[in-house]
């Protein structure tokens, strides 16, 4: 059984920081390892966007809107990802999810936390 909860969300003030856990849990990941985990989001009336992304081997991807204020990292063994949040503006506003990705036999899976909402207001 997969298992990927999200905590850390909730409303703050523009400028104000929040940081995002993600834990995964299931024996597909001991036995396969995970290639990847990231955080996607999306705003209302949006497409999902890629936020940010850690490989395995620790190397980082994310979104230019983001470059400069986020940083992810993970926990290799509690199978953890954390999305630290600073100077946050209103337009970062959305449903933040917890993505891992696994490859079984050559074949990419995803998998996709509940989502954590982020209000960014005064």
């Known amino acids: 059984q997969v298992q990927l909860v999200e905590s850390g969300g909730g409303l703050v003030q523009p400028g104000g920081s929040l940081r995002l856990s993600c834990a995964a849990s299931?024996?597909?990941?001991?036995?396969?390892?995970?290639?990847?985990m990231g955080w996607y989001r999306q705003a209302p009336g949006k497409e999902r966007e890629l936020v940010a992304v850690?490989?395995?081997?620790?190397?980082?991807n994310y979104a230019e809107s983001v470059k400069g204020r986020f940083t992810i990292s993970r926990d290799n063994i509690q199978n953890t990802v954390y999305l630290q949040m600073n100077n946050l503006k209103p337009e970062d506003t959305a449903v933040y999810h917890c993505?891992?990705?696994?490859?079984?036999?050559?074949?990419?899976?995803?998998?996709w936390g509940q989502g954590t909402q982020v209000t960014v207001s005064s």
């Open positions: 993505n891992v990705v696994v490859y079984q036999l050559g074949i990419r899976y995803d998998y």
């Open positions: 850690i490989a395995s081997g620790g190397t980082t």
């Open positions: 299931g024996s597909i990941f001991s036995i396969f390892g995970i290639a990847a």
